[in-house]
């Protein structure tokens, strides 16, 4: 799996958001996205998997080729090529209130991918064993804590075979224990060779297990490179003071 972006812009009315980012992730790389609130981090992850649309700039992924502006229209079908490929984990989780976790996790694969209800069951249930969440099986997401939450949305999103997942901020919402927890499957996920990009604050995480990391401020790369480099060593002004606010 290949994912390459050039170009990438995406406003808000008058306000710039993304300003032309390029940016080329190889299988099996984890890439770090850091920067303040209202960088771009999000924004851009969305525009990734589709669920906003760049206003310029071109997107390659394996086969596929996606080129964004006003006479570039993108078909459903496109969009459901791209989403089976590219799995994405909120920060808000976003489970189906009404479903227990089991129907949470069978519900796209035999929906979207049309695969057969017992085999997706099984499935379900080897990844909730992994993530030490069988026992919650028929448990409705209001009966779970929020990082047990979190790890149904991550387990939910590998029943999908993605070839790349996006994490948004994925520990923002919780505490610092439900965070570890979090955490651990996420690095779990970077050592069987998942390739990621994951927004984040948890520098120190992210100098662990990230391979890359790039830093956005205001909608443009200030600074990237071998995340255990960069995250101890920032050669530009900008990214130190990040990193000094985010130490405090």
């Known amino acids: 799996m290949k994912l390459e972006i050039n170009q990438l812009k995406k406003s808000f009315g008058q306000l710039d958001i993304l300003k032309s980012v390029s940016l080329k992730i190889g299988a099996g790389d984890v890439v770090a996205l850091v920067g303040s609130s209202g960088s771009g981090k999000s924004t851009l992850l969305r525009c990734i998997n589709l669920l906003e649309t760049a206003d310029s700039g071109e997107l390659y992924l394996d086969d596929v080729h996606i080129t964004f502006g ?47 209800k017992l085999e997706a069951i099984a499935e379900a249930k080897q990844l909730l064993s992994k993530i030490d969440m069988l026992h919650k099986i028929n448990s409705y997401p209001a009966q779970l804590s929020g990082g047990q939450q979190q790890r149904v949305a991550i387990a939910r999103t590998l029943m999908m075979h993605p070839e790349i997942i996006l994490f948004d901020e994925p520990t923002s919402a919780l505490d610092p224990v439900m965070t570890q927890e979090v955490l651990k499957i996420i690095k779990k996920l970077a050592n069987d060779g998942m390739t990621m990009i994951i927004a984040t604050h948890e520098i120190s995480f992210a100098r662990e297990v990230a391979s890359y990391a790039i830093f956005l401020e205001h909608g443009e790369i200030v600074e990237q490179g071998v995340a255990e480099q960069i995250l101890v060593n920032p050669q530009t002004e900008k990214l130190q003071n990040f990193l000094h606010t985010v130490h405090k």
């Open 70 to 116: 006003m006479q570039h229209k993108i078909d459903g079908d496109l969009e459901l090529n791209i989403r089976k490929k590219v799995g994405m984990v909120f920060q808000q989780f976003y489970l189906w209130p009404h479903l227990t976790v089991l129907d949470n996790l069978i519900k796209a694969p035999i929906c979207v991918l049309k695969r057969q």
